[in-house]
């Protein structure tokens, strides 16, 4: 029979009681640095030991989440902490930086390792993927369907999905719009959730088209476990622990097959009521909403009465106590989850004490309090005329054995994974050829008739636009590179249309999704910024896994980039409206009344890329270009510069690519240095 793992989020010791004591199987938390959660209370290495006992002590699992990309300069402080939680006991790690997950590997490569949800793994050809890269589980996107998440399940990965909690209107891994703005990091961890502002489809209006409302599950756990997810996830690691327990609490109740009151759940916190729309696949308006009045004013009058459900410890465990007498030494011993103790003390300076009543053993061995334990049996054969010893002794006897069964059941259920020092090692930076080379992102082939292909080393194209216009492009096979879908919708038919491409000459691909890195045949990969490249690390493995070059993440700064090791070229993104969300449902929706875009509250513009024209999916870019024509020498550390056009003719791609190639910059426009500059905290 399979076990089906109830997962909850803590940001706080208060909050690992709660999920603990409402009946949580494992938790995820974070520390004070590499969490995707940097607001949260959350924990430094003394807490995380006290929190790996308490959760081994009741059988439940850590997981510490290190889900952040991890830039060159901390590398050896991630080392370091991968090292310290390896010795404390922790069960696994949830990474999402390919760089990182090298380091475990050289640190302690014993350790589980989970893909995280930023990892953005959504199809059986990701999950096999993350697999061969030394991942045991993969957390799904959000995103998915019932049928898509079953699919990944048949691969034979563990597979973890959220069943509750708060949804980001992006892609997880692939949202860069609070790090544009403030240069708070999604990836980083200190997302500062733009997304809950105000934006709307027009002008002026009060709308929050980017904000969803909570997804709840609770409903399909019976599905979920039916389809072979083995992990049922809880968001909401900066969320109180009232809201844990109700969590734990409702879930714990649907896992086992139970009534459960779904109204502590919504009150407790909601934006607006639940949706299920992503599982169901009924996208739309109906998933949006925002926290109001009334969902304030709910919780506030639930959270006393939650708050009583983990006031006192459960118990978990049946003690049965033995009591002997050897000669002058009083021995108890205690069994419980198969693990036997004893412990004895000296009570000769008692022999002159009357004896004991006949039920006061059983009365002192009861006493069992605030513990995890509940009595089962008391076996004693010590004769009534021999209980000679005052009941403190035997108070102290019990607290003893009770501290000590604890330990050992605290061992039973840890393992503790060896580890090694870890060594920085260098690699020999390229040296960039001269002069710098130029590629280009087109939306479409007609942007390309008034463009000199011969100024670029590549042609970046939409999947789509290339196989209708596979005969105009034959001239330039070689040149051009496969963009395909940043979210797959149909791995089969999309790894379909890739190799039938291939078949023909085109043998390039954009890899920006590591499901892309498994098609390694008679095919050139080119690493896409999708995947979050920011260290060294990172470069190498990306590099051992066949990929030939690399766009970095767009968040690292010039002197990062600049002085990142490689024997790989490395790349950036130079031009073009940045991408801030990759999104599965629409912010418009309404394609009656569409204009391609949205305003946030101070009526700046922001396209949208169509689902319908976009592969099933859209994107929100930055409302203004990014411009580094003038500034490239700052980047001594690239070998090329990738210029996204989005809706530019022919005539306007041709002029920026010559502004590129001879280092000036339009005058009176508008632009963006990016991040490039100030960086992401």
Same mark, same amino acid.
């Given at each position: ?117 930023? *990892? ?28 898509? &998440? ?16 708060? *949804? ?203 513990? &995890? ?17 005052? *009941? ?149 493995? *990306? ?76 994107? &929100? ?61």
């Amino acid at each position: 029979m399979q076990n089906f793992e109830l997962l909850a989020p803590a940001g706080s010791i208060e909050s690992v009681q709660a999920a603990l004591y409402c009946g949580a199987d494992a938790i995820y938390i974070g520390l004070k640095s590499f969490s995707a959660r940097q607001n949260a209370v959350n924990f430094d290495y003394s807490e995380l030991d006290g929190v790996i006992s308490l959760c081994h002590l009741f059988g439940a699992k850590v997981y510490v989440a290190v889900n952040t990309i991890v830039f060159d300069n901390k590398l050896c402080d991630f080392a370091d902490c991968i090292k310290k939680c390896a010795e404390l006991g922790v069960d696994a790690f949830i990474v999402q930086d390919l760089g990182a997950l090298e380091i475990i590997k050289k640190v302690a490569p014993e350790a589980t390792v989970h893909a995280s949800t930023q *990892l953005t793994v959504h199809t059986p050809q990701g999950a096999e993927f993350a697999k061969k890269l030394g991942f045991s589980r993969v957390v799904v996107s959000r995103e998915l369907s019932m049928q898509q &998440i079953e699919k990944i399940c048949k691969t034979k990965i563990e597979v973890e999905a959220f069943v509750h909690g708060a *949804l980001c209107m992006s892609v997880s891994g692939q949202c860069y719009m609070s790090a544009m703005f403030g240069s708070r990091s999604a990836n980083r961890g200190l997302c500062a959730q733009p997304c809950r502002l105000p934006f709307s489809h027009k002008k002026g209006c009060d709308e929050h088209c980017l904000s969803l409302k909570d997804l709840s599950l609770i409903e399909h756990i019976g599905k979920l476990k039916e389809i072979g997810v083995c992990s049922f996830k809880i968001e909401g690691r900066m969320k109180r622990p009232e809201y844990v327990a109700a969590a734990v609490s409702a879930y714990r109740k649907a896992i086992d097959g139970k009534n459960y009151d779904i109204s502590d759940l919504s009150a407790v916190f909601s934006r607006q009521g639940f949706t299920d729309g992503y599982f169901t696949a009924n996208l739309g308006n109906a998933m949006f909403g925002m926290r109001d009045y009334e969902n304030v004013l709910d919780s506030s009058r639930v959270q006393s009465d939650i708050r009583k459900s983990y006031e006192k410890m459960p118990k978990i465990y049946t003690v049965d106590f033995a009591l002997t007498l050897k000669g002058l030494s009083l021995e108890l011993s205690a069994t419980a989850d198969s693990v036997c103790v004893c412990k004895s003390t000296d009570i000769s300076q008692y022999s002159s004490m009357n004896p004991l009543k006949d039920d006061a053993v059983k009365k002192q061995l009861s006493k069992l309090g605030n513990t &995890i334990f509940e009595l089962g049996s008391i076996n004693s054969d010590i004769p009534p005329e021999s209980a000679r010893f005052p *009941l403190s002794v035997l108070n102290a006897l019990r607290r003893d054995i009770i501290a000590h069964i604890s330990e050992e059941i605290v061992k039973k259920n840890s393992v503790y994974t060896q580890t090694f020092e870890y060594i920085h090692s260098e690699t020999a930076t390229l040296q960039r050829e001269k002069p710098l080379k130029f590629r280009a992102y087109f939306e479409s082939v007609k942007q390309l008739s008034g463009v000199s292909a011969d100024a670029l080393e590549f042609v970046l194209l939409p999947l789509a636009q290339i196989e209708r216009n596979c005969n105009e492009l034959a001239s330039l096979c070689d040149k051009v590179i496969i963009v395909p879908p940043r979210f797959i919708n149909d791995e089969e038919q999309t790894f379909k249309r890739i190799e039938k491409l291939r078949n023909i000459g085109f043998k390039r691909l954009y890899c920006n999704n590591i499901a892309y890195l498994s098609i390694n045949e008679n095919v050139t990969l080119h690493g896409g910024f999708g995947l979050n490249c920011a260290n060294s690390e990172c470069v190498r493995a *990306l590099k051992e896994l066949g990929v030939s070059d690399i766009e970095c993440s767009f968040e690292l700064k010039a002197s990062q980039i600049n002085k990142l090791s490689r024997d790989i070229p490395v790349g950036i993104v130079a031009f073009g409206k940045l991408p801030l969300m990759l999104n599965k449902n629409c912010p418009i929706g309404d394609c009656k009344n569409c204009f391609g875009k949205i305003y946030d509250r101070t009526n700046r513009a922001f396209d949208i890329k169509c689902p319908k024209n976009n592969e099933g999916y859209a994107e &929100i870019l930055n409302c203004t270009n990014l411009e580094m024509s003038d500034k490239l020498s700052d980047m001594a550390g690239i070998d090329f510069a990738t210029l996204i056009f989005h809706d530019e003719s022919g005539r306007e791609c041709e002029e920026i690519i010559n502004r590129y190639l001879y280092g000036t910059r339009q005058k009176d426009a508008e632009y963006t240095r990016g991040l490039y500059y100030r960086g992401v905290k």
